[in-house]
């Protein structure tokens, strides 16, 4: 690509959106440190400056080369941006006395070419505490808010300033005006597909690995298909070995499938592994801090860790049996962009808090990453990106489109306890009761516990009590009254983060559930692989993101040890979602059928069937 944008990042929270948003766009760029070198700065078309935390007349205000305002080169300031462009040119930014925050209407300026083909008043995202208080020189205002400067232009050297940001969605004609300064303002014409980023990881895969060979982990699901497929291209088959592990925790008859399409795939080199025996029965030391066996675990991030360590353990050990290891080949691995942001990776998001720590992100592979040693096809690109580009490199629809799956498999499925949770203070339960109670007109009943499940609230991970909601059965059902209430229990309660309806029976009493706790081993992880089946086969359908069954130590039967939930969701990104609605985006036979075929199957062991109709926040979509 000859034309090319760089994105100098002031240390907004918005910088990856704004590089994402301009690729869409179809225009390439490179997100550099505001204070890059001004050589390397050169070589490209035009420069966004992004927002940032700091102010620009304060002393912690981030250093720059201010000769990249004499290269000649289009400029988008936005937010910081804008005020440090004002500020170099010679204006004045004070804070201001009253912050704008939020979603806030604009008047433009509609001669500005930023603002091509748009109505002078504009639904904007602003979040600022400064203000342009006096404008620089050869600028001209072209937005406000009031009397607050919105938006500011220099024709002459094609510099355009918002105080907004049109990144973000609630700024409702963003989009357009990011495409008018790329394709106006700058006159950039070329038009980077997909097809262009498949190259360019092509490229950058035959650059770091040369005549190396690297191995790469095939989980079976589209992420990590997508990147073996773009080494399969990349390298000479003989450079490429796939292994395969099964831990004991895949969907029912998953790694034979993944076998047989990585056939297709043309990895000639290929290791399927069945190692469900060390995922569950070793126990471990892991910089210095011990860890019981999988099965003996309870804690859902000590699970993970387990899991994460033991699948480089396992494929340490398979690389050794072909004459490999990490010193000299590399790992290959399908990590998308919202992984490393979830499990708080600086290198994404030094903002981000850590909700769950990703299988792909544990320590040891952050240090080989460290080392240059990790090959990540799709670090950039979220779910949907991966996708299409699965269908550009011709895999089977059947992998294109596959629901994802967690890289600890039923692992995060699976409900661990050795009993049940304390008990919420009385109080706090009445309290949930009563609410209940009087929303939805006595026809509704709630528990609390006697499990917990991690959420996302506020930003933050939350380890919570699940609340179970008892009303008729399916027939029974309001589902529009049963999600109104979900959503509220959550904001009104903060001991609770998600909330289940029952779906297999009418109203129970508060009293009476028993808990013996449960452990993953593979009495368990049968069962949940059985009723996953179920609900895949009977739920899924293309409006549903993922659909999977979870299980869980609960019972109001005697004899019958466990209860299980179905979760169904709605998202392209993953970083939020809805729960699937009953009778909406599913039908309610298939709810019905979902119910019998379980009941059929392993009644005698299922106490009860509940549907999660908890979003993300303040849910997340796995249970751990
Ligand atoms: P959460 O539960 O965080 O899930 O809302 C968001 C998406 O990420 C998947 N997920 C994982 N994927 N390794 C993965 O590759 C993991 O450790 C992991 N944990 C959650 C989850 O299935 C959902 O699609």
Known sequence: MKEKVAILDCGGQYTKVIDRKVRELGVYTDILPLGAELEKIKDYSALILSGGPSSVWSEGAPKYDAAIFDIGKPILGICYGMQLINEHFGGRVLPQVKTEYGQTEIEIDTSCPLFDGLDASQKVLMSHGDAVKVLADGFKCVGKTGDVVAAIYDSE?????????????????????????????????????????????VKMIRERVGDGKVIVLVSGGVDSAVTAALLVRALKPEQVYAIHIDHGLMRKNESDLICA???????????????????????????????????NTTDPEQKRDIIGYMFFDVTNKAAKEINLDFETAYLAQGTLRPDLIESGNPDVSGYAH????????VDIIRALRDRGHVIETNWDWHKDEVRQVA?????????????????????????CCDGAIPDQPREKVEAVEKFVESESGGSLTVRLGPVKSVGVQGDNRSYKTLSTLYGGGIDGADFDMISKIAREIPNKFDYINRVAYCVSDGAHDADGVECAGMHICRETADLLREIDAIVTKNIMNKRIAQ??????PMSVDKGKKYSCAIRAVLTSDFMTASSAMPGVDFTIDA??????????AVGD????????VTGKPPATVEWE
Request: net charge negative; glycine share 8%; with cysteine.
């Open 261 to 295: 399409n990585l056939y297709k795939l043309g990895l000639t080199q290929m290791r399927r592994i069945n190692a469900e025996n060390e995922f569950f029965n070793t126990a471990l030391d892991i910089d210095g801090v011990h860890y019981d066996t999988l099965s």
């Open 605 to 612: 062991k299922i106490s009860m069937i509940f549907y999660d």
């Open 391 to 415: 269908r550009l490199l011709g895999l089977d629809e059947e992998i294109a489109s596959r629901q994802p799956f967690p890289g600890p498999g039923l692992g995060v499925r699976l409900i």
């Open 591 to 600: 709810l019905k059928n979902t119910v019998d075929e379980i009941k059929a």
């Open 547 to 552: 659909c999977f069954a979870v299980l869980f």
């Open 157 to 201: 050297r094609k510099i355009v300033g918002v105080q907004f940001h049109p990144e973000v969605e609630l700024s409702e004609n963003g989009v357009k005006m990011l495409e008018n300064f790329l394709r106006g303002i700058c006159g950039l014409k070329e038009v980077y597909a997909l097809e262009d980023r498949i190259e360019t990881s």
């Open 354 to 361: 850590k909700i769950k720590k990703h299988h792909n992100d």
